[in-house]
């Protein structure tokens, strides 16, 4: 098993081709009998990282050894719990300015689904195209990947568990910390988007509830109510 001092290595992800060819596929020597429901879980919460893999196999080896394969909650739960450090290590490893643009991306992400109120972060773009250096750093960590969604470049978390991390460091911050972060904030937009970004963070603690839980992220990915 991985102890909690590892964190995400530069190792190339498999392809969801080779995962379920590697574990979902019945000629397989490390084939897993599982429903289609968990094994969407796994690739989403995974993304083909090994690291968070092994432990996903584990974790379905267990149940298996043990006669009883968990459903999605539960196994996302459990998942949770295991990996946890390997997140923190990763968060606080970061620099200031990488958890500003990890922060960004979560909010990106969430933006237009937080209570019934939406909001838009403005410039966010030319902020990520600024710092394509750091941005590329994160993505040769194994952190986060890019995309292209209408001609438009898409940063997105390799795992959806490290989007629920980023969320619940938002949720958990306060007046202080967010003053503390202006600083860096500043060194990476105008001061008006700094303002607009505060209040996105006052949003999300004024609707804590919407983001605290990772079950709820995971299935939204999944298309699963909860």
Do not use: C
Not at 76 to 102: A, C, H, P, V, Y
Not at 130 to 151: F, H, N, P, V
Not at 155 to 165: A, G, K, R, V
Request: aromatic letters at 10%; charged letters at 30%.
């Amino acid at each position: 098993m991985l102890s909690g001092e590892e964190t995400f290595q530069p190792i190339k992800p498999f392809s969801k081709a080779e995962v379920l060819e590697e574990f979902f596929t019945s000629t397989s020597p490390r084939f897993i009998r599982i429903k289609q429901s968990l094994q969407e879980g796994v690739l989403k919460i995974t993304d083909g990282h090994p690291q968070l893999l092994q432990n996903a196999g584990y974790l379905l080896y267990e149940g298996l050894q043990e006669g009883k394969i968990p459903d999605i909650e539960t196994f996302i739960k459990d998942f949770q719990g295991r990996t946890e450090q390997i997140f923190d290590n990763i968060w606080q490893l970061s620099t200031d300015e990488e958890q500003i643009l990890l922060i960004l991306i979560a909010l990106s992400r969430l933006e237009g689904n937080l209570g019934k109120k939406s909001f838009a972060l403005r410039g966010i773009d030319n902020i990520f195209s600024q710092k394509e250096r750091e941005l590329i750093d994160l993505e040769e960590r194994g952190i986060i990947k890019k995309t292209q969604e209408d001609w438009k470049t898409v940063y997105e978390f390799t795992s959806s568990m490290m989007e629920w991390w980023v969320l619940r460091e938002i949720e958990n911050s306060d007046e202080t910390e967010l003053k503390k972060r202006e600083k860096v904030f500043l060194r990476l937009m105008s001061r008006e988007q700094v303002e607009g970004v505060t209040q996105v963070f006052k949003q999300v603690w004024k609707y804590r509830k919407v983001v605290q839980s990772f079950v709820n992220i995971i299935s939204r990915f999944l298309g699963n109510p909860t």
